[in-house]
């Protein structure tokens, strides 16, 4: 009779944890918050006095996000990220939108800065002007090492 008792409670014990850990995967996944998904495209390659357009396709899980809190884009030339500048995006169908021109020779960074249900994302994307080569190549004395 102790066996009996004994097997039924280990049962039971056993089926209601089944039920219990079921129950926390289904409300688990319920709780895992969406993510703010920014995708940046634009040319990557333009030539100096040339427009430019970039953009930021904004969306919260599957669903395109047309309320954003705030989406600008900043852009500066390599090693000049002080002297950046910012410009405010126009939005269409949850597609943040600028344009822009880059005036001379070099490699810039455009950057978006996303805010959104209470996230922020900021991809990059490189940007070749003109011949950016000879914008940073050092002229040939300070290339040769001295010995």
Known sequence: MKKTVAAVLFSAVFLLNGCGSEENKAHTAAETPEVLDVKLTGPEKVKPGENAAYEAA???GDKAVTDADEVE????KDGEKNDSKMFKAKQEDGVYRFETEFKEDGVYTVQSHVTAKKQHSMPTLKVQVGDADAATKQPEEEQSHHH
Do not use: P, Q, T
């Open 58 to 60: 904004v969306s919260y």
């Open 73 to 76: 884009f900043e852009v500066w």
